[in-house]
C-alpha cells in the first residue's frame, strides 16, 4: 500500500526530530499532502496509527491538510486544477502538462511532550 509506506516515513520524521528536541512523547503531527498524489489522507492516518503502535508516536494525532497543486499546459499555456494524476487540459485538451508547487507531503509541525 502506498499509503502506508508514506504513514511509516512520516512517523519516521516525526519521530526523528521529537528525538532532537529530546522528546519522549509525540502528542500531534501536523503537515500538509499535496491533492496530485492522490492520497487518502484518512488511510495515511490509520497507517500512521497502526505503524506508531508501541513507538513514543503511539496515540498521537496526524493532522494533514490537502495542498492544491495546479498544472501548466505545455500545449497552450493555461494553468489549471488537474483531478489527481490526470493531466488532461480542459482548454486545449493536452495531455503534457508542468505541476506546478510542492508535491509529496511534508511535516509542518510537532507537538511533543
Not at 60 to 68: N, T, V, W
Request: aromatic content about 2%; glycine content about 10%; hydrophobic content about 40%.
Amino acid at each position: 500500500m502506498h499509503e502506508s509506506s508514506i504513514a511509516r516515513q512520516l512517523l519516521s520524521a516525526a519521530l526523528d526530530r521529537a528525538a532532537a528536541e529530546g522528546a519522549t512523547r509525540v502528542v500531534s503531527v501536523r503537515g500538509w499532502v499535496a491533492e496530485a498524489e492522490a492520497l487518502s489522507p484518512e488511510s495515511l492516518s490509520l497507517h500512521f496509527a497502526a505503524h506508531a503502535r508501541g513507538t513514543p508516536a503511539e496515540g498521537a494525532r496526524l493532522d494533514l491538510r490537502l495542498h492544491r497543486v495546479e498544472a501548466r499546459c505545455l500545449s497552450c499555456g493555461g494553468t489549471y486544477a488537474p483531478d489527481h494524476h490526470v493531466l488532461l487540459c480542459p482548454r486545449c485538451g493536452g495531455d503534457q502538462a508542468t505541476l506546478l508547487g510542492r508535491l509529496g507531503l511534508g511535516l509542518d509541525a510537532l507537538e511533543v511532550e
